[in-house]
């Protein structure tokens, strides 16, 4: 028996490494890109960064998740809580929606209080704004802060979720930031119209129609009149596969609306890869079309997951569009991009904020070296 016992051992601990020199390669299952190789610069670090590059490129790793998950959920009676966690990373809501608790979580444990978020996201929208280029300033709101009545009524952190986002979204508001326009507030009114949510019922993100009105009012405030509710097309319903079932460990197929921008007398010029980084995430794109028809100038667009998924229904608007992801922060390459473009917008989901108001592109010592470069910049010019 304990030879048997001793032969499974050891073909559970030894099957991924089987795996890996037969050529198998994990796939990314979360709502992340996987973790880039970073070399040996980072020092000691190194190790742990090689140990998390490692492991999303595990063999078998989707399985090995799969079957844990089946045990918390069979076995036990419980969500799925994965790498050792008892917190699952996932909330089940009402008719058959979930919900991402890092979403939860992040409101109850903050990186910043609400009004020090606003207070940092006002300051780096006044940098650009004081330096003469156009900023939109936008936060996409979480599925959690547009539909908090599909969230379970027995949620054990409700009350700390609910006013740490109705504080955000108030100080927000009432901040009088650089070219903010209340997103949350748009998604909430036309949620309400049409009586549809506008969120995957899988997935963290928005669907294609929660994206729509997004960019609707992006370029309605950006230029008044281009947007034209006539080039607007539905394609039908579209197969996906949410991200959160996938932190479930079973991964799963749902149908969603899939709307599309439909500009034909646009057309594109170029697309360009403007670093390379893992994925080539950061581009830019250049279109031609008749007078009036495209955002003229350099517009420079800071995204995450949230704006990449509405990208192709942005594109077309813009006469010479630029996308950089907040998570490949470098000081001095934000700077530099701001510096070249005449329009910033800003693009950042909710949950992730805090996090980018404190320690990246929101930090006091990022905003205060963007002032200080774009102020010799102009006494330059």
Not at 85 to 100: E, N
Request: proline share 7%.
């Amino acid at each position: 028996m304990k030879v048997f016992i001793g032969v499974i051992c050891a073909a559970i601990l030894f099957a991924p490494a089987v795996a890996f020199v037969a050529g198998s390669r994990g796939a990314p299952i979360e709502n992340r890109a996987s973790v880039p190789f970073q070399g040996v610069e980072p020092g000691w670090r190194a190790f742990t960064e090689f140990g998390r590059y490692m492991a999303d490129r595990l063999p078998l790793r989707a399985d090995a998740i799969r079957a844990d998950a089946a045990i918390d959920e069979h076995l036990y009676g419980e969500d799925p809580a994965f790498g050792g966690s008892s917190s699952p990373r996932v909330v089940r809501g009402d008719d058959g929606f979930l919900f991402l608790a890092d979403a939860v979580d992040n409101a109850c444990a903050p990186h910043l209080p609400p009004a020090e978020t606003a207070d940092h996201l006002d300051a780096l929208a006044a940098a650009i704004d004081d330096s003469g280029r156009r900023v939109l300033t936008m936060v996409a709101p979480d599925k959690s802060s547009v539909h908090p009545d599909l969230l379970p009524a027995d949620l054990e952190k409700r009350a700390c979720f609910d006013a740490y986002t109705d504080e955000l979204w108030d100080d927000m508001a009432s901040g009088d930031i650089s070219g903010y326009l209340d997103l949350r507030a748009e998604l909430v009114g036309s949620s309400a119209e049409s009586r549809e949510p506008l969120y995957l019922r899988k997935d963290s993100h928005w669907d294609s129609a929660g994206a729509i009105v997004g960019i609707k009012s992006a370029i309605e405030r950006l230029q008044p009149g281009l947007w034209n509710d006539d080039e607007v097309r539905f394609d039908g319903l579209v197969d996906y596969t949410g991200d959160l079932t996938g932190l479930l460990g079973n991964p799963q197929i749902d149908q969603a609306p899939l709307y599309s921008v439909v500009r034909p007398d646009v057309v594109p010029v170029s697309t360009e890869v403007i670093d390379n980084l893992e994925g080539g995430f950061n581009r830019r794109f250049v279109n031609s079309a008749p007078p009036g028809r495209l955002i003229p100038g350099r517009t420079l667009l800071f995204l995450d997951s949230f704006g990449l998924v509405a990208l192709p229904n942005i594109v077309p608007f813009f006469e010479d569009l630029t996308i950089v992801r907040f998570v490949d922060y470098e000081p001095a390459k934000f700077s530099a991009l701001i510096e070249q473009a005449d329009t910033v917008w800003m693009l950042c989901v909710e949950r992730s904020l805090g996090y980018r108001m404190m320690a990246e592109i929101g930090s006091p010592e990022f905003v205060a070296t963007l002032q200080s470069s774009l102020t010799a910049r102009s006494g330059t010019s």
